[in-house]
C-alpha cells in the first residue's frame, strides 16, 4: 500500500490549491455538495489534519473546531471534527487516528486539569466505529443507557455548533435536504454487518436516515490513558496481523 504523512496545519494557512485539492477528494466520496459550502464550512474551523501521499498530493483530511462548554460547575474543551474523508486506495491506514490522537493529546497537556472531550457527528458507521473501538468511554453505545449528565454535555456540545438542527430527542443532527450524504456504496450497512456486528447494527437503529445525511452526535473522553490504550492495541493488531502476513507471502 502506497505511503501517507500526516501532520497540522492551520485553516488561515492554507493555500487555494489546498483547499481546491481537499474539496476535490471531499466531492469524490460526497453528494449534493458545493465548493461554496465546503469553503464556508471550513473557514468556521480552527485546524485540518492534512494526508498527502509520496508525491505530496493531498489524499484525506479532517477538519478540527475548539470548543468550550461549562457543565455542572466544570469547564469541558472539545475537539470537533467536522468534514473528514480519505481516499479509497489508503483505506485501513492508521495515519489520520494517530496523527488525530497526538492532537487531542497536545489539547489535553494545554489544560491539564480540564476534562477533553472529542466531539463527532457520525453519518456513516465507519466514523462511529473509529470512535467505539478505540476510546473506551464513548457516548452513545450500546453496551448501556448514555447516564444523564453525560447526555446533558452531548447536548451542550451539539447545540453549540449546532443550534438549528440538533434534535435533543433523537440525538440527532438532521438534515433539511440531502447535503453532504454519503454516496451511494460508500461504506453501506450491509445485513451481514448489522447481523453480526452490535455497534453497527446499534449506529443503524440510532441514525435509521443515514443514507440521506443524518447524523449522530456522540462524543468521547481524551483521558490521560488514552494514547497508552491506542498504541497497546496498535501492537496487538500487527502481531496478530504478523502470522497472516507471513502466511500469504509464503502462499504467493
Excluded at 483530511?61 to 461549562?70: G, K, M, R
Excluded at 457543565?71 to 469541558?76: K, L, P, S
Excluded at 474523508?85 to 497526538?102: A, I, N, Q, S, Y
Excluded at 440531502?178 to 454487518?193: E, F, K, N, P, V
Amino acid at each position: 500500500m502506497p505511503s501517507l504523512r500526516g501532520g497540522v496545519v492551520p485553516v488561515d494557512r492554507l493555500t487555494a490549491d489546498d483547499r481546491h485539492a481537499m474539496f476535490a477528494v471531499f466531492r469524490r466520496y460526497y453528494a449534493a455538495v458545493t465548493e461554496e459550502r465546503f469553503e464556508a464550512d471550513l473557514a468556521a474551523k480552527d485546524d485540518v489534519i492534512l494526508l498527502r501521499d509520496d508525491d505530496g498530493v493531498i489524499r484525506g483530511f479532517s477538519t478540527l473546531l475548539l470548543l468550550q462548554v461549562e457543565h455542572a460547575g466544570r469547564t469541558h474543551h472539545g475537539v470537533f471534527s467536522g468534514d473528514t474523508v480519505v481516499d479509497r486506495e489508503f483505506w485501513g491506514t492508521k495515519v489520520l487516528g494517530r496523527v488525530f490522537l497526538g492532537y487531542l493529546f497536545r489539547q489535553r497537556l494545554r489544560r491539564p486539569w480540564s476534562p477533553l472531550w472529542w466531539f463527532l457527528i457520525s453519518k456513516g458507521y465507519k466514523t462511529y466505529l473509529l470512535m467505539a473501538n478505540n476510546f473506551p468511554e464513548h457516548w452513545p453505545r450500546h453496551e448501556a443507557p448514555t447516564p444523564p449528565e453525560r447526555q446533558t454535555l452531548l447536548d451542550a456540545f451539539a447545540t453549540q455548533v449546532f443550534p438549528r438542527t440538533y434534535q435533543h430527542a433523537s440525538g440527532l443532527v438532521r438534515q433539511t435536504e440531502a447535503s453532504g450524504r454519503l454516496r451511494d456504496g460508500i461504506a453501506a450497512a450491509t445485513t451481514s454487518l448489522t447481523s453480526t456486528n452490535p455497534r453497527v447494527r446499534y449506529f443503524v437503529e440510532r441514525n435509521p436516515d443515514w443514507a440521506r445525511g443524518d447524523e449522530l452526535a456522540c462524543i468521547a473522553n481524551m483521558s490521560w490513558t488514552m494514547p497508552l490504550r491506542y498504541a497497546l492495541k496498535a501492537v496487538r493488531d500487527r502481531l496478530t496481523r504478523a502470522p497472516r502476513d507471513e502466511a500469504h507471502r509464503r502462499a504467493s
